[in-house]
């Protein structure tokens, strides 16, 4: 029985019991990634401990101790003498450390990583959510310096060890009158962008047409690029203003966050845009399935924001966590190419009308082109987006980790309200009705109401239960545009697309309350209130 130190998956069990099953008298193997131990039998006339020990180290793993099974009293002795021999030549060490500046999962496994590049290193255990790392070490080969040396050269910080039971003590508490600022400024920032009118500046987005060019939809693309920075921008920040950098790391270093990540959200979109263009149907969202996702997206963003100023360190917890399987290729600096990826997948306005085109070109390579334009247009805004807040970090990390948490948050508090409207959810909004009510006219039995649509909003309804309603959503020329162009009502299951001049739309409510509607992206919202 032969304790292995630096076994880090499944897969090390089968390239040890591989490598031992070589060695010419092994009958046997059974490796345990669990157990971090190794089974063998063999022939003691044919081979022995030691062969079996090299060839275990030779591969990159470390025995610290073996046990002889069925042994004879000869082995016995043999065992007891080399196990005091191990114990002298390896003294292995264990230590915690409290390492700050995590800021996600990622960073568990870029730690973990360079950490067992160390020889003489022999595990290590990083933890995101409670800001430890645990090391065994043979000191004889390597140090503790030499350990926090390495940590702090990626970036993080060390606390010593007197510090980390006040740290654990303090783990769940949080700072009540930094919480309260940063309610009060994320309130001031999303009114002063809706007396400014940005809310509504993401709203209007040109769609794409039959026949346009491959420039024509590029451009579509830059138009849309704003719309792009208001639904998606908080997570594209998320990915580059928490990367940790290593001493001396130039320029392009510093753009590849943004890279990744939006080549990411470029090779989805064409993908997509392929198998639209080759199969004839386009992905699609129903409206509760559009707001479920749009709401966890929002959840996800202000749980980042909160993370990104640990203001509640038991949030941490709640992170995404990229899967172990990634974990090679996250620590390198790919994770935002991944999350790049997913967010192609968005239930995104503007994505789902270029998807309706890449269909109406009924080819995979036109559509996959059609899609690859649009998407490489919006990327110059959301690049800069990105590299702006990885550029900044150098000299203003934490002021600008601060200023990016409380914009990670206020966009996924939007998105988070985009997500509730869709869903049917009746919430108070910055940015929703447009004008006075509509007027009610009661005529054979049916309420005729007429709602201006402008570009930026729907007019407010107020109706009586119980009577047939008949809203007529009048459009003018030029006040339609790809967002407001559609309405949702989801208590009645009707989605009406309209066109300029007059479209009507039918329900009878029957109970009386508050009844959300929007446009079909949950950006512009309004409500029917039915009273007795």
Known sequence: NISIYGMTCTGCELKIEKAIKKID?????????????????????????EKIKAIITKIGYTVSEFKILNNSSADKKLESKKNMDYKKKQTIISKKLSVGEMTCS??????????????GVLDVKA?????????????????????TQVIKKLGYTITTNKKITAKANNSTKFDLAQFICLVII?????????????SNLTQSFPTAKEGMGYFALFAVGMFTSVH?????????????????????AGTLSKLKPSFLYNLGRVISYTIVGGIVGAIGSV????????????IFAGIFMV?????????????????????????????????????????????????????????????PVKGALSMFFFSIGTTPLMFGLGAVSSMLTKKFTHKMMTVSAVLVMVLGIGMLSTGMSLSGISIPSFASSSGSSANVVIENGVQTVTVNVTS?????????????????????QGSLNGCNGSIVIPKYNIQQKLSVGDTVVQFTPTETGTIPYSCWMGMIRSTITVTN
């Open 303 to 363: 749980i980042m924001g909160l993370n990104m100023l640990n203001i509640f360190p038991w949030l941490r917890k709640f992170n995404l966590r990229m899967p172990r399987i990634f974990g090679n290729i996250n620590s390198d600096g790919k994770g935002p190419l991944f999350v790049g990826l997913i967010n192609g997948l968005m239930p995104c306005g503007p994505l789902q009308a270029m998807q309706l085109y890449a269909l109406s070109t009924g080819d």
């Open 228 to 248: 792009c920075v208001a639904m998606c921008g908080g997570i594209n920040i998320s990915q580059c203003a928490n990367v940790k950098y290593t001493a001396g």
């Open 25 to 49: 008298g092994v009958f046997n193997v059974t490796v345990s990634y669990s157990k971090q131990n190794a089974i063998v039998e063999y022939d003691d006339q044919k081979t022995d401990f």
């Open 106 to 119: 990622g960073c568990e496994m870029k730690i973990e990583k360079k950490l067992k590049a160390i020889r």
């Open 456 to 476: 930026g909003g729907y007019q407010a309804v107020t109706v009586k239960a119980g009577i047939p309603v008949k809203l007529v959503f009048h459009a003018e």
């Open 127 to 147: 933890s995101y959510s409670q800001g430890i790392v645990n090391v065994d070490f043979d000191s004889s080969q390597t140090n503790i310096d030499t350990i």
């Open 283 to 294: 992905v699609t969202f129903s409206g509760a399935a559009k707001g479920a996702v749009t």
């Open 186 to 198: 994320i309130f001031g920032v999303m009114t002063i962008m809706n007396n400014l009118g940005l």
